[in-house]
């Protein structure tokens, strides 16, 4: 049985899906090529060039995704803090009567500390919390200090 050769863009098509899918079989299905033929394919550098190119891209589309969600995630969260919540009810009537609630004292608070957080980290004004792991062990010592000068005996503080 003759071997198939495969274009260069049939292999740039299938380091794509590859990239796309993360699935041998779902290549195979999808472009009826062997998977055996794929699992050889993903060892070839020219194959690695195509699929890394393709992950970079299929990354790109799904950044520029998210940041069209975190947006509107966004302007969702300002509208709640600036006017409240939409609350949708029916009369007794049946009619439909829309009116805005202000957010809790605990929603607004949470909100505030995520955005802090957040805003912390990507100005890389993150808590360094090997301080508080030294202030730990500072603590620690003392205590052991104190227990010492009361019994006369070293105990160490387990934790």
């Not at 009537?93 to 802090?116: H, L, N, Q, W, Y």
């Not at 957080?117 to 792991?133: P, V």
């Not at 202030?135 to 934790?159: F, H, Y």
């Amino acid at each position: 049985m003759p071997v198939k050769v495969y274009t260069q863009a049939e292999v740039a098509q299938i380091a794509a899906t590859y990239a796309a899918t993360g699935n041998v079989n779902e290549v195979s299905r999808q472009l009826n090529v062997p998977s055996t033929t794929i699992k050889d394919m993903r060892k070839n550098p020219q194959f690695i060039e195509y699929y890394n190119l393709a992950l970079s891209e299929h990354r790109e589309q799904i950044q520029a995704g998210l940041q069209q969600i975190m947006t509107k995630a966004l302007n969702n969260i300002s509208d709640g803090l600036n006017n409240g919540d939409e609350i949708v009810s029916f009369g007794s009537d049946g009619e439909v009567r829309r009116t805005r609630r202000m957010p809790s004292t605990k929603d607004t608070a949470i909100t505030f500390a995520i955005v802090t957080d957040k805003l912390q980290l990507l100005s890389g004004k993150t808590i360094n919390t090997s301080q508080g792991e030294d202030r730990l062990e500072m603590l620690a010592k003392r205590l052991e200090d104190v227990a010492q000068s009361i019994t006369g005996e070293a105990k160490p503080v387990s934790g």
